[in-house]
């Protein structure tokens, strides 16, 4: 469970969406939980001791799953580099999951053996953390490794592997600088805090320091940094404390302490005057940004300042919303969040400028916003749901015993930053008891000061990120920098003498640990019912926290976009935002919002989805929310253009995007125009006939697609399916269907044979390609599948696979390249994706074709990748089902591909039964290298020319042709 400033995420995600259909009988509803009730329900009980080296432990018990969090998280971040050094924490970082002394090989080896998931390693300003979670059985191995690499690291840090990780950072940092907004960072860090200031630079570091980092140099920052009385352990799952006492002294006793470290003096800088700056990127419009610094999280204005920019643009129903977004319409969309470090923090009000609208007006306008909510501060009710949303994120979080945001992040951030494990505890209390005059004082106090005033307008850049450090996304933002992570997130993921002396040998550490018996998936018992008008509703109970999630599933997708009009299905799903016909857009986000409760409508390329997180207090008038946002959209005439201008928006966004461009390509070309899956497959269509779009378009198509026939019902949480059919039976189970046929998508439609080419679309001073190779394969996705999936695992479908070892591991030139098959209903595809530097575009495409054919020549599945493969994929599925939004995925899964219930616990045989005979035969059926098309985005000025050799036809493109 994320600490407070990580939750803003709960107030961005309560998006609206709902369908046409009768008026429901309007029911008086039980009010919504207390928030003191809610705050009680979030608790994360733990033991702490530490060892006579300084190592902090904390162990949380949690019997639900066979599962163990391993955290460790080291008080160690980019604002402890001094100058000349920047990047080094996020460096070394890098190097930590190069093997140690006793553990030679990746470190993610071992890990895939026993199923770990959630594994990765972040660094922010203030920390660096490495985390796993892993079968009980196999918590020795984790401890193992994580020992290993604190106390018996150097001498496994070899030049070779510094040059490879320097490169492998250096592409993490273009891959960010070549998104849009993605020399943001840049400009929060060096204006808000001056020169010499530790959070004056940002955590990925310059080019030129990166360049002159020495053996040397990281050696001694492991000696400064990583000894022992500088971290903290966190322990959560299935462990106890007895247990962990004996296996972390194990372990990690013999490790001697490492030097006193002195936290470097932060302070909370004002400007001395407003500070304005605009700068030009590839954006879709213009942006404008008021930005200050703020105290750290540990200061008692943290929390009410939270509040206040929940309030004021966070929430659905923000003051910036209805005054900019829906009243007066001059932006398309608004953001407000307060993200607090350690130390300092940052404050950061945002406004997209409507097209067509003058970006100085909104700029007036968003000023006068800010004035009048420091004036006024909020209201009562504001804080209750901004307090409601919170905590429904908060409650969510403690099914997750790890990862990126589980209990073992509350706890340790707890420990690091505040000596104290429990402070979650301290920011609920705050939060349950701020008031509007202390909420309003503390947002006069903080916003009363001069602020940085940051424009970006579309255009060419004047300037790169060679000589700065950091990147963020675009987007509504909840956070203003992420940690850079050694995983790359846009691929779905996720000695000599040390001069801390030698470390004893009271563990054997000749050997990896032997994996302790594993505990089979159990997954939860699967039961079914049909509600009064026939829909099939399919239940798992699952008790964990008190909450209860809901998919309604139809059957369309964006593959049921008329072709002659893509971008329908999105342009409804906006419009249905903003309100049902008894419930306006305002009055229908406040009452989401008071509940706790997040309701939104999403699709891919099979199905749409609406989908509801209810407390389960709030259960029954959530569920009413619900079934009046699927069945009575208001279709507000007045709204379209408002819906509109944000979909065009969204659309120039994603053609500035080169990910995005890649992908738009690709996918016409695979499946050809007229099939359902030959479309761009963000579903946004384009600007032709979104702009073309009427009011009656939009509801023709939700009365043909969305209808009681053809929907499904997922319900995974805290009740019971006698209790949640009674309360489905009052809401959606008196829809009727129409007396009109259900309408049917055309998959018989001819898929053109390949034409191997080579597509080249030029983005100007890219300092990154996107290379895509792809080619539609003869499998479905109902087919059996699990030999052909861990063949393209073994290629290039996980971080240990043989073409991202090559490119980002031994070239050095991606920080992460991978293959997938897609997960669609009919014909599949298979895609590789390499993000790679501009200089090594055609090198890149030669290294794919190389290690493709051998794959599927004499090079097949070797015994060691067979047996990762085997023991990750057998191992990992207990982990892969932790918490409630797992396990509704997994019902999803086996509903939409006809599985059989057990189908999960029956993986385990299937992939044990697997040969490498078998795997090598699959991946030579569908795969080739002859009959791939690819697509590059980047500076065609330095690209084409590197791709005379490759014996493609290349041919320049865009996106209208």
Same mark, same amino acid.
């Given at each position: 469970?994320?600490? #407070?400033?990580?939750?803003?995420?709960?107030?961005?995600?309560?998006?609206?969406?709902?369908?046409?259909?009768?008026?429901?009988?309007?029911?008086?509803?039980?009010?919504?939980?207390? *928030?003191?009730?809610?705050?009680?329900?979030?608790?994360?009980?733990?033991?702490?001791?530490?060892?006579?080296?300084?190592?902090?432990?904390?162990?949380?018990?949690?019997?639900?799953?066979?599962?163990?969090?391993?955290?460790?998280?080291?008080?160690?971040?980019? $604002?402890?580099?001094p100058k000349g050094k920047t990047g080094f924490a996020h460096l070394f970082e890098h190097l930590m999951f190069n093997g140690s002394e006793n553990s030679p090989g990746d470190?993610?080896?071992?890990?895939?053996?026993?199923?770990?998931?959630?594994?990765?390693?972040?660094?922010?300003?203030?920390?660096?953390?490495?985390?796993?979670?892993?079968?009980?059985?196999?918590?020795?191995?984790?401890?193992?490794?994580?020992?290993?690499?604190?106390?018996?690291?150097?001498? =496994?840090?070899?030049?070779?592997?510094?040059?490879?990780?320097?490169?492998?950072?250096?592409?993490?940092?273009?891959?960010?600088?070549?998104?849009?907004?993605?020399?943001?960072?840049?400009?929060?860090?060096?204006?808000?805090? +001056?020169?010499?200031?530790?959070?004056?630079?940002?955590?990925?570091g310059s080019m030129g320091d990166l360049n002159t980092a020495s053996l040397d140099d990281v050696k001694k920052w492991f000696s400064d940094n990583y000894g022992p009385n500088?971290?903290?352990?966190?322990?959560?799952?299935?462990?106890?404390?007895?247990?962990?006492?004996?296996?972390?002294?194990?372990?990690?006793?013999?490790?001697?302490?490492?030097?006193?470290?002195?936290?470097?003096?932060?302070?909370?800088?004002?400007?001395?005057?407003?500070?304005?700056?605009?700068? $030009?990127?590839?954006?879709?419009?213009?942006?404008?940004?008021?930005?200050?610094?703020?105290?750290?999280?540990?200061?008692?204005?943290?929390?009410?300042?939270?509040?206040?920019?929940?309030?004021?643009?966070?929430?659905?129903?923000?003051?910036?919303?209805?005054?900019?977004?829906?009243?007066? +319409?001059?932006?398309?969309?608004?953001?407000?969040?307060?993200?607090?470090?350690?130390?300092?923090?940052?404050?950061?009000?945002? =406004?997209?400028?409507?097209?067509?609208?003058?970006?100085?007006?909104?700029?007036?306008?968003?000023?006068?916003?800010?004035?009048?909510?420091?004036?006024?501060? +909020?209201?009562?009710?504001?804080?209750?749901?901004?307090?409601?949303?919170?905590?429904?994120?908060?409650?969510?979080?403690?099914?997750?015993?790890?990862?990126? @945001? %589980?209990?073992?992040?509350?706890?340790?951030?707890?420990?690091?930053?505040?000596?104290?494990?429990?402070?979650?505890?301290?920011? &609920?209390?705050?939060?349950?008891?701020?008031?509007?005059?202390?909420?309003?004082?503390?947002?006069?106090?903080?916003?009363?000061?001069?602020? #940085?005033?940051?424009?970006?307008?579309?255009?060419?850049?004047?300037? @790169?990120?060679?000589?700065?450090?950091?990147?963020?996304?675009?987007?509504?933002?909840? !956070?203003?920098?992420?940690?850079?992570?050694?995983?790359?997130?846009?691929?779905?993921?996720?000695?000599?003498?040390?001069?801390?002396?030698?470390?004893?040998?009271?563990?054997?550490?000749?050997?990896?640990?032997?994996?302790?018996?594993?505990?089979?998936?159990?997954?939860?018992?699967?039961?079914?019912?049909? &509600?009064?008008?026939?829909?099939?509703?399919?239940?798992?109970?699952?008790?964990?926290?008190?909450?209860?999630?809901?998919?309604?599933?139809?059957?369309?997708?964006?593959?049921?976009?008329?072709?002659?009009?893509?971008?329908?299905?999105?342009? /409804?799903?906006?419009?249905?935002?903003?309100?049902?016909?008894?419930?306006?857009s305002i009055a229908f986000a406040e009452a989401k919002e008071r509940l706790g409760a997040q309701i939104d409508g999403s699709a891919n390329a099979d199905e749409t989805v609406?989908?509801?997180?209810?407390?389960?207090?709030?259960?029954?008038?959530?569920?009413?929310?619900?079934?009046?946002?699927?069945?009575?959209?208001?279709?507000?005439?007045?709204?379209?253009?408002?819906?509109?201008?944000?979909?065009?928006?969204?659309?120039?966004?994603?053609?500035?995007?080169?990910?995005?461009?890649?992908?738009?390509? /690709?996918?016409?070309?695979?499946?050809?125009?007229?099939?359902?899956? %030959?479309?761009?497959?963000?579903?946004? %269509?384009?600007?032709?006939?979104?702009?073309?779009?009427?009011?009656?378009?939009?509801?023709?198509?939700?009365?043909?697609?969305?209808?009681?026939?053809?929907?499904? *019902?997922?319900?995974?949480?805290?009740?019971?399916?006698?209790?949640?059919?009674?309360?489905?039976?009052?809401? &959606?189970?008196?829809?009727?269907?129409?007396?009109?046929?259900? +309408?049917?998508?055309?998959?018989?439609?001819?898929?053109?044979?390949?034409?191997?080419?080579?597509?080249?679309?030029?983005?100007?001073?890219?300092?990154?390609?996107?290379?895509?190779?792809?080619?539609?394969?003869?499998?479905?996705?109902?087919?059996?599948?699990?030999?052909?999936?861990?063949?393209?695992? *073994?290629?290039?479908?996980?971080?240990?696979?043989?073409?991202?070892?090559?490119?980002? !591991?031994?070239?050095?030139?991606?920080?992460?390249?991978?293959?997938?098959?897609?997960?669609?209903?009919?014909?599949?595809?298979?895609? =590789?994706?390499?993000?790679?530097?501009?200089?090594?575009?055609?090198?890149?495409?030669?290294?794919?074709?190389?290690?493709?054919?051998?794959?599927?020549?004499?090079? @097949?599945?070797?015994?060691?990748?067979?047996?990762?493969?085997?023991?990750?994929?057998?191992?990992?599925?207990?982990?892969?089902?932790?918490?409630?939004?797992?396990?509704?995925?997994? &019902?999803?899964?086996?509903?939409? #591909?006809?599985?059989?219930?057990?189908?999960?616990?029956?993986?385990?045989?299937?992939? !044990?039964? /697997?040969?490498?005979? !078998?795997?090598?035969?699959?991946?030579?059926?569908?795969?080739?290298?002859?009959?791939?098309?690819?697509?590059?985005?980047?500076?065609?000025?330095?690209?084409?020319?590197?791709?005379?050799?490759?014996?493609?036809?290349?041919?320049?493109?865009?996106?209208?042709?």
């Open positions: 469970m994320p600490r #407070f400033h990580r939750f803003a995420l709960a107030l961005a995600v309560t998006t609206s969406l709902v369908a046409a259909g009768p008026v429901l009988a309007k029911t008086k509803q039980a009010a919504p939980a207390p *928030i003191a009730d809610l705050v009680k329900a979030v608790d994360i009980p733990y033991e702490a001791f530490t060892l006579d080296n300084g190592l902090r432990v904390i162990v949380h018990e949690d019997r639900k799953a066979p599962v163990v969090a391993v955290s460790v998280w080291y008080r160690v971040g980019s $604002k402890h580099e470190f993610f080896e071992p890990l895939q053996q026993v199923g770990a998931t959630d594994s990765n390693g972040t660094t922010n300003v203030d920390r660096t953390n490495y985390f796993e979670t892993v079968p009980t059985g196999a918590l020795d191995r984790a401890l193992f490794l994580e020992s290993d690499r604190m106390g018996h690291l150097l001498g =496994a840090v070899t030049q070779e592997k510094l040059d490879n990780q320097r490169g492998v950072v250096q592409n993490e940092k273009r891959q960010g600088d070549n998104n849009p907004y993605g020399l943001l960072r840049y400009e929060i860090f060096e204006n808000l805090f +001056p020169t010499g200031h530790p959070y004056h630079h940002s955590t990925i500088n971290a903290v352990l966190v322990l959560a799952g299935d462990v106890d404390v007895a247990t962990a006492k004996t296996k972390v002294q194990q372990w990690f006793g013999d490790i001697p302490r490492g030097p006193a470290i002195t936290a470097p003096k932060v302070s909370v800088p004002t400007l001395p005057a407003p500070l304005a700056k605009e700068v $030009k990127d590839l954006v879709p419009t213009t942006r404008i940004y008021r930005m200050w610094s703020i105290p750290g999280l540990n200061d008692a204005d943290a929390v009410p300042l939270q509040m206040a920019m929940a309030v004021l643009g966070g929430l659905s129903s923000s003051r910036l919303d209805n005054a900019l977004v829906r009243k007066d +319409p001059v932006a398309v969309s608004v953001a407000a969040f307060a993200q607090s470090f350690e130390d300092a923090g940052i404050l950061l009000i945002q =406004a997209d400028v409507k097209d067509g609208v003058d970006p100085a007006l909104v700029g007036k306008r968003l000023d006068e916003e800010i004035a009048a909510f420091v004036a006024s501060g +909020p209201t009562a009710d504001e804080l209750q749901r901004s307090a409601a949303s919170y905590l429904a994120g908060a409650i969510s979080g403690l099914e997750s015993v790890g990862g990126f @945001g %589980g209990k073992a992040v509350a706890l340790a951030e707890g420990a690091l930053y505040s000596n104290d494990p429990g402070y979650y505890k301290v920011e &609920l209390d705050r939060m349950a008891k701020a008031t509007p005059e202390q909420v309003k004082a503390v947002a006069n106090k903080w916003l009363s000061r001069p602020a #940085f005033s940051l424009t970006y307008t579309p255009g060419e850049r004047t300037e @790169g990120g060679e000589n700065r450090g950091g990147a963020v996304t675009a987007g509504k933002m909840t !956070e203003a920098v992420a940690p850079d992570r050694y995983w790359n997130p846009a691929l779905g993921d996720i000695g000599p003498d040390t001069g801390i002396g030698a470390a004893a040998s009271i563990a054997d550490r000749s050997q990896l640990p032997a994996v302790a018996d594993l505990t089979a998936l159990d997954f939860p018992a699967i039961e079914r019912t049909k &509600l009064k008008n026939g829909i099939e509703v399919i239940f798992a109970r699952r008790t964990t926290v008190p909450t209860v999630n809901v998919a309604v599933s139809f059957d369309a997708g964006y593959a049921a976009d008329p072709h002659s009009a893509l971008g329908t299905q999105s342009l /409804m799903l906006s419009l249905m935002d903003e309100g049902t016909t008894s419930l306006d609406f989908s509801l997180f209810a407390l389960k207090p709030n259960l029954s008038a959530s569920l009413g929310l619900l079934a009046d946002y699927i069945r009575n959209p208001a279709f507000d005439a007045k709204e379209l253009e408002r819906v509109r201008a944000q979909q065009l928006n969204r659309l120039k966004a994603e053609l500035n995007n080169p990910n995005a461009i890649a992908s738009r390509l /690709m996918t016409p070309v695979l499946y050809g125009a007229d099939h359902p899956y %030959g479309i761009p497959p963000s579903g946004l %269509g384009n600007a032709a006939s979104v702009t073309a779009a009427t009011q009656g378009q939009l509801a023709a198509f939700h009365s043909a697609w969305i209808r009681p026939d053809n929907a499904s *019902i997922f319900v995974v949480g805290d009740t019971t399916l006698a209790e949640v059919k009674k309360q489905l039976d009052a809401t &959606l189970g008196q829809w009727k269907a129409p007396k009109t046929a259900k +309408p049917v998508k055309n998959f018989d439609i001819a898929i053109p044979a390949p034409k191997p080419r080579i597509l080249l679309f030029d983005r100007p001073k890219s300092p990154q390609s996107v290379i895509m190779a792809g080619k539609v394969i003869d499998a479905k996705g109902g087919d059996e599948l699990e030999v052909l999936r861990s063949a393209n695992d *073994i290629f290039g479908g996980n971080f240990l696979s043989r073409f991202n070892t090559n490119l980002r !591991e031994t070239k050095g030139w991606s920080y992460g390249v991978r293959s997938r098959i897609s997960g669609d209903k009919d014909r599949l595809n298979w895609v =590789a994706v390499a993000p790679v530097q501009a200089d090594r575009t055609g090198d890149s495409i030669k290294e794919l074709q190389i290690d493709l054919k051998s794959f599927l020549g004499d090079k @097949g599945v070797t015994k060691d990748e067979l047996e990762r493969t085997i023991n990750g994929s057998v191992r990992e599925l207990p982990g892969s089902f932790e918490t409630s939004g797992d396990v509704l995925g997994g &019902l999803r899964q086996i509903v939409k #591909f006809g599985r059989p219930d057990n189908y999960y616990e029956t993986l385990p045989a299937t992939y !044990e039964a /697997m040969t490498a005979a !078998e795997i090598d035969a699959a991946a030579r059926k569908v795969l080739s290298t002859d009959d791939l098309v690819y697509v590059i985005v980047g500076d065609a000025a330095v690209v084409k020319p590197q791709l005379d050799g490759l014996g493609l036809p290349v041919e320049t493109v865009t996106l209208n042709n």
